[in-house]
């Protein structure tokens, strides 16, 4: 997982527009996802997504470190 902050897409999960400065792309399948919403929906594997070790696509279900 991880995002380059020229990057913009539109979150696999709530629709808006993610850039490198709130979510993150999946290095496998290309889904966008807001930081926030992969927290809320309890994606991170710790309390926050810049602390966290492991992410995980809700749409591939692949798991890697976010940015």
Do not use: F, W
């Amino acid at each position: 997982m991880g995002i380059l902050s020229s990057e913009t897409g539109q979150c696999e999960l709530c629709g808006g527009k993610v850039s490198g400065k709130n979510g993150q792309k999946c290095a496998d399948c290309g889904a966008y996802i807001h930081d926030q919403c992969l927290k809320e929906r309890g994606l991170v594997d710790s309390g926050g997504i810049l602390s966290s070790t492991k992410v995980k696509c809700p749409r591939c279900q692949n798991v890697g470190k976010p940015r």
